[in-house]
């Protein structure tokens, strides 16, 4: 009697051996195609603004309608937005020639919007001070525009007080 039951249950027909999904127990996890299309699927790899980037910046008062110097700039823009640099703006004038040497710290996210902070080197009366400045921009395609605004340590020009001075940069890769 068991013989019979087996060999009705059995009957005609195909028996499939494997999960239920579809794949007949292939794995494609790491063949990079998707298991309902079969198109390869493009992992997103770093950050757009990714490399170096070399530019102009310049710095104003607008408090006192100056330019104040003008100069260059070397940025980095690593795989995860990390953003680093330094450059150097420079004034001759009839008293000599003036740096202001700077370094860039930030991130650009991934809309290409920049923040951080930029150190300013500042020759004043008793020597040199560093300024920190805050540092804001985009990047749209191959172009990096970034606007620097901090404050100086000192007076003048009769004022007194401590004016406000923007920096502004265009760089490309």
């Given amino acids: 009697m068991t013989l019979l039951l087996l060999s009705l249950a059995c009957g005609t027909g195909s028996v499939a051996l494997g999960p239920d999904d579809g794949t007949n127990g292939e794995n494609n996890s790491d063949t990079g195609l998707t298991e309902d299309t079969g198109e390869e699927v493009e992992e997103p790899t770093g950050n757009a603004a990714e490399g170096s980037w070399d530019g102009d ?79 804001s921009g985009e990047v749209e395609g191959d172009d990096m525009i970034i606007e620097l605004r901090g404050e100086l340590p000192f007076g003048g020009g009769g004022g007194g007080g401590s004016p406000e001075f923007e920096g502004y940069g265009e760089a490309s890769r």
Avoid: H, N, Q
Avoid at 98 to 120: L, R
């Fill in 57 to 135: 910046i310049e710095f104003v008062i607008p408090e006192w309608d100056w330019d104040l110097c003008t100069g260059e700039l070397e940025l980095d823009v690593d795989e995860d937005g990390v953003l680093t640099g330094d450059g150097d703006c420079t004034k001759d004038s009839d008293w000599g020639e003036y740096s202001y040497p700077m370094e860039f710290t930030g991130e650009v996210d991934d809309d290409g919007e920049i923040t951080g902070s930029a150190e300013v080197e500042i020759e004043t009366r008793d020597g040199y001070e560093y300024i920190e400045a805050d540092l």
